[in-house]
T-cell receptor, first 116, second 113 residues
Framework: GAGVSQSPSNKVTEKGKDVELRCDPI?????LYWYRQSLGQGLEFLIY????????KSGLPSDRFSAERTGGSVSTLTIQRTQQEDSAVYLC??????????????FGPGTRLLVL | GENVEQHPSTLSVQEGDSAVIKCTYS??????FPWYKQELGKGPQLIID?????GEKKDQRIAVTLNKTAKHFSLHITETQPEDSAVYFC????????????FGDGTTLTVKP
């Protein structure tokens, strides 16, 4: 079946502009995650959505970052007034949180953001 | 919260040799430990996972061991091949943290032909 998809695959923007990154999770997956990965670095947790619960926004680096998940499916990560340090790969993942809350995360290919 | 440390950060082996990557975690409530492989330009993909009720799991050339007492788990790759070259991430999660995983910083494995 279809995996996690993200769009755009690449985004070049000018400093100060707003950008929107989209994630389409696997159908039926209840949990959705956003991560940021700088070049050669690990995965920096940004935000986590689980069902109808309030999202865990503890990883968002500043108030310029926000995310929403509409209808429990598609998610959009918005970065306002982009800065050069926002340049990174933004990864989305989804999982089906069963009773054990231990399920595998399935990652999308990422959106490569470059802020000039 | 949970803290996961991963070592080494880089690892270079000769084709056919074994590779071992180790992770330690801090939260004794963690009970699910997946390993992900990330190839260049792609998102991480699960390669093997282990739950806290077992000490070892094997899938062909890869295996994972878990020591709950010492709070560490390891990835073992035998008979390495050039296509094993990638970045490997370990992670830990627990029911008490609503399933959110904490990732290690990654290990860049290079297999030399």
């Amino acid at each position: 079946g279809a995996g996690v998809s993200q769009s755009p695959s690449n985004k070049v923007t000018e400093k100060g502009k707003d950008v929107e990154l989209r994630c389409d999770p696997i159908s039926g997956h209840t949990a959705l995650y956003w991560y940021r990965q700088s070049l050669g670095q690990g995965l920096e947790f940004l935000i986590y959505f689980q069902g109808n619960s309030a999202p865990d926004k503890s990883g968002l680096p500043s108030d310029r970052f926000s995310a929403e998940r509409t209808g429990g499916s598609v998610s959009t990560l918005t970065i306002q007034r982009t800065q050069q340090e926002d340049s990174a790969v933004y990864l989305c993942a989804s999982s089906f949180q069963g009773l054990a809350n231990q399920e595998t995360q399935y990652f999308g290919p990422g959106t490569r953001l470059l802020v000039l | 919260g949970e803290n996961v440390e991963q070592h080494p950060s880089t690892l270079s082996v000769q084709e056919g040799d074994s590779a071992v990557i180790k992770c330690t975690y801090s939260d004794s409530a963690s009970n699910y430990f997946p390993w992900y492989k990330q190839e260049l330009g792609k998102g991480p993909q699960l390669i093997i996972d282990i739950r806290s009720n077992v000490g070892e799991k094997k899938d062909q050339r890869i295996a994972v061991t878990l020591n709950k007492t010492a709070k560490h788990f390891s990835l073992h790759i035998t008979e390495t091949q050039p296509e094993d070259s990638a970045v490997y991430f370990c992670a830990a999660s627990s029911n008490t943290n609503a399933g959110k995983s904490t990732f290690g910083d990654g290990t860049t494995l290079t297999v030399k032909p």
